[in-house]
């Protein structure tokens, strides 16, 4: 795939034959054709173009925190929107305007630090804003929709707007962006007033419960599966005794049920397999079918 003319293009960085274990909290996944990190949003506007002008596939990711890059890698232009785009600030109202490579984890904690509430329950998650936008990020009964007021996209041809909660469609781990083809450049927080120390102290406690729990020492992309109706996935797994089992180098966590762990240089296949024997054992235990929340791209 020929990407002679794009570095002219932008001031973000390429790299080529871009080795995306090094980009995905899983630390696993083929080789992209190009991955770029744009410094700003006119970066993001000249290689949508470039790509739309050659007919070169692309795609968009953020922290790459839950997704699966299959082992045969990524084909075209991959698009990383990281810390280059990582700056917030307050507006009237208390409204928080935050670049989309901004990561949750961290603006949990700087909120709380400024007195502002309706994050804390997101200590510990390593999503990036824009990823939590396209997939209503959520844990402990919460979700980012719960705060969200609008996002600035770009769209396919381009061009920049926003668009308000209200003329999107959302729900549990979906949105009407998943599908659209559009790019989270910003997204906007409506914050409440709170006490910092009291809010702070919510987010240690949130993070010391994550890492009681959850196998946060571990690469791993988080929640493998939704919760079903009235259940949890991570129980259902549990109780079909699958806690430990092992396929290749990929583990169902001995801490929690609901993620799958790296622990020994694992390949997609190896997570993939080990989702399907998941699914098929507690499908037969409880008749329940656990629908994946990772986000599978590349080629196998």
Not at 127 to 155: C, K, R
Request: net charge negative; hydrophobic share 40%.
């Amino acid at each position: 795939m020929n990407f002679s003319g794009l570095e002219a293009k932008v001031k973000g960085t390429l790299v080529y034959d871009a080795p995306m274990s090094r980009y995905t909290t899983w630390r696993i996944g083929g080789n992209a054709d190009c991955l770029f990190l744009p410094e700003d949003g006119e970066d993001i506007v000249a290689a949508l173009s470039f790509a739309k002008d050659r007919d070169i596939p692309y795609m968009v990711m953020g922290n790459g925190s839950n997704m699966l890059v299959l082992d045969g890698g990524i084909r075209g232009l991959v698009i990383k929107i990281g810390e280059s785009m990582s700056s917030y600030t307050l507006q009237e109202n208390l409204v928080l305007a935050a670049q989309s490579g901004c990561i949750l984890a961290k603006m949990a904690r700087e909120t709380a630090r400024m007195g502002l509430k309706g994050l804390e329950w997101a200590a510990g998650i390593p999503a990036s804003l824009g990823g939590a936008a396209v997939m209503n990020a959520g844990a402990y009964e919460h979700s980012f929709y719960e705060t969200l007021q609008a996002v600035e996209i770009i769209n396919g041809d381009g061009k920049l707007s926003t668009i308000t909660v209200d003329d999107l469609e959302y729900g549990y781990r979906n949105t009407s962006l998943m599908q659209s083809g559009v790019v989270v450049t910003k997204v906007f927080l409506q914050m409440e007033e709170g006490i910092a120390e009291e809010l702070t102290a919510s987010v240690d406690m949130t993070l010391k419960s994550r890492r009681d729990k959850q196998p946060l020492e571990l690469p791993s992309a988080g929640s493998v599966f939704k919760n079903p109706p009235g259940d949890h996935a991570g129980r259902l797994v549990e109780a079909s005794g699958l806690r430990g089992l092992m396929l290749g180098g990929a583990q169902v966590s001995e801490k929690h049920g609901n993620f799958i762990v790296n622990i020994d240089h694992a390949t997609a296949q190896d997570v993939l397999a080990l989702i399907d024997q998941v699914q098929h054992i507690v499908n037969q235990k409880f008749g329940i079918m656990l629908e994946p929340e990772v986000r599978l791209v590349g080629e196998k």
